[in-house]
């Protein structure tokens, strides 16, 4: 997409840099010992497969020539002699190569979990989850914490490996190979250098093109997940013609995308798959010379070809990994950025203010003037209030005009503007929201959420049901260990209560309200209102109804323009009544 500023085109020096600062962490982390020691066991099994190898080159060179020596030798013993040998080196190479493989997959294990357990910590971090939606250069962080670290760590140790390895393979199939021929050893590194340029020249644009396809893969996931998690509200709506335009839409995306993607790596293979196949005859083209002068037997011809193989492929990891290495590349640049992001979730400009927090026993807003995330529209000018503990303060206004935005500033979660906020910790608040959060978990962890405390009893759950007029939802579910998709289970009403519930089990002194209520008829709302007045928490409601005033000592109005009104709830009443 030509809006993605990071977008990379390119193999340089920058992308390796951020590789390094993704990669390096772990092998220093505390897990170091156990990451060197199986990398240290990996290179020794590499040692062990690469002289396994050589020995190969070997044997099947006393083989070949045993059998074009036969019909004047007619010496059978030495074919079977080394056909023995060879099936020796297989019985104890299977296994080195069976665990170098196992090895390699464990590490990689290992990598990945630490990996993803750094980025979910900062990722859970002082709602760098929340802040980093309004990052636009950030599209779908789960998929790049799922799957793109997966790939990350999984692809950097099997490079890694690759490389080592074709160190090992380079420097113990030259020797066999100059002791063949020189100019077979000359015409191979020429062979490999020119091939590798080209294919670079070639493949560029893969980089670019593999990036833009992990965007669109993940962009139509998405809008999968989405009608799967608002289908009701699909059906209501009966709008499957628009939801159907839009996942095509996404999908087409994909679909070209990839389709660019398939016809490059067409224009690529043109180009490997020829080199590939004529690096199979170069070495009999250069041995035939020395063998038809009677300077090399038959043997060396297989020798030559798997000791050129060898080499070839050591010299040749660019050309032959290539798409590999393009996915791998737009996989680093995903990650760097997510990276980037999670170390610095909120975007910042130069000059950009934001309002102060300070952390006390109270709640009070001082000269606040609370902006957009982006900074481009004033909601608030100036506000200050201040809420003493046990009282309340509902905000009033109509759809649209900030009403929702100062909880949002109170919480903390919108700190664009100026100003000062003092604010209880929290530990201290919580904030229902108008559609509840209902975590994945039994009916006990919805009870208890955000709080883990297992200690709470069952008969004080039931009672604090009862409350909020749920009694009898333990018995309809199937007890408080139930694990069901409560958000389709249970109605926006059920929810309310059950957020409610939460609210009353975890004792805090300040609720923040947000339509926690919406969806509640006048007496559930009275009876949830009731019991927190009777807990003495102070409470601020966001609402439209005139209900909910009377559990307020304040009001404070706004009027969509920046402009705002505070006042006693009896003077609001009374100026209401006259209008």
């Not at 993940?218 to 608002?230: K, P, Q």
């Not at 180009?271 to 041995?287: C, G, H, K, N, Q």
């Not at 934001?354 to 606040?368: F, G, H, P, Y």
């Amino acid at each position: 997409m030509s809006g993605i500023k990071n977008q990379p085109n390119q193999l340089n020096r920058q992308l390796w840099l951020k590789f390094l600062a993704l990669a390096k962490p772990y092998w220093f982390s505390e897990q170091k010992w156990k990451a060197r020691g199986l990398l240290f066991l990996l290179l020794l099994l590499a040692l062990a497969v690469n002289g396994i190898n050589v020995g190969i080159s070997f044997i099947f060179r006393d083989i070949n020539t045993s059998l074009a020596n036969f019909p004047q030798t007619r010496d059978t013993a030495t074919f079977w002699r080394f056909i023995s040998i060879y099936a020796g080196l297989l019985v104890i190479g299977t296994p080195i190569v069976v665990m170098f493989g196992y090895l390699q997959d464990k590490l990689g294990l290992y990598w990945r979990e630490w990996l993803t357990g750094r980025f979910l910590d900062k990722y859970l971090q002082s709602r760098a989850y929340y802040q980093i939606n309004f990052n636009e250069q950030i599209d779908n962080p789960d998929q790049r914490i799922s799957e793109d670290i997966r790939s990350f760590t999984r692809t950097s140790l099997s490079f890694l490996l690759l490389i080592l390895t074709s160190v090992v393979t380079l420097v113990s199939f030259t020797g066999v190979l100059l002791s063949i021929s020189v100019t077979l050893s000359i015409t191979l590194i020429l062979y490999a250098i020119i091939g590798t340029v080209i294919t670079v020249y070639i493949g560029q644009r893969l980089i670019t093109i593999n990036f833009n396809q992990l965007k669109q893969e993940a962009n139509f996931r998405y809008g999968l997940i989405h009608v799967r998690d608002n289908a009701e509200s699909v059906a209501f709506y009966q709008g499957e013609a628009q939801e159907s335009v839009q996942l095509k839409q996404r999908f087409i995306g994909a679909i070209r995308n990839f389709d660019l993607l398939i016809n490059w790596q067409r224009n690529l293979g043109f180009f490997t798959v020829s080199y590939d196949y004529f690096v199979s005859a170069l070495p009999y083209i250069v041995v035939a010379p020395i063998y038809f002068a009677g300077d090399a037997e038959f043997g060396k011809f297989t020798q030559s070809a798997i000791a050129f193989q060898q080499i070839f492929r050591a010299l040749s990891i660019i050309v032959s990994q290539f798409e590999s290495i393009t996915a791998f590349a737009a996989g680093v640049e995903r990650l760097d950025s997510l990276h980037s992001a999670l170390k610095t979730p909120s975007p910042s400009s130069t000059g950009m203010t934001t309002i102060d927090m300070t952390e006390n026993s109270k709640l009070a807003l001082r000269q606040v003037t609370l902006l957009t995330p982006n900074y481009q529209r004033t909601l608030i000018t100036e506000l200050s209030a201040t809420i003493n503990r046990g009282e309340g303060m509902v905000i009033v206004g109509h759809s649209g005009s900030g009403e929702s935005s100062v909880l949002r500033a109170i919480a903390g979660l919108w700190n664009a503007g100026t100003g000062h906020i003092i604010h209880p910790s929290s530990t201290d608040m919580m904030f229902l929201p108008q559609r509840p959060y209902m975590v994945l978990g039994s009916l006990r962890s919805q009870l208890l959420y955000p709080n883990t405390d297992p200690s709470i009893s069952e008969s004080k759950l039931r009672q604090v049901l009862e409350e909020v007029n749920l009694k009898d939802l333990p018995e309809r579910v199937g007890g408080f260990d139930a694990e069901l998709d409560w958000a389709n289970v249970l109605s926006l009403g059920e929810q309310q209560r059950l957020a409610f519930a939460r609210l009353l089990l975890s004792a805090r002194s300040y609720a923040i309200l947000d339509e926690a209520t919406s969806a509640l008829d006048i007496t559930n709302e009275r009876r949830l209102y009731q019991q927190l007045k009777a807990t003495g928490t102070t409470i601020i409601s966001v609402g439209h109804r005139r209900s909910l005033l009377q559990y307020h000592e304040y009001v404070l109005k706004l009027d969509g323009d920046s402009n705002w009104q505070l006042m006693p709830t009896r003077e609001y009443n009374s100026a209401e009544e006259v209008y």
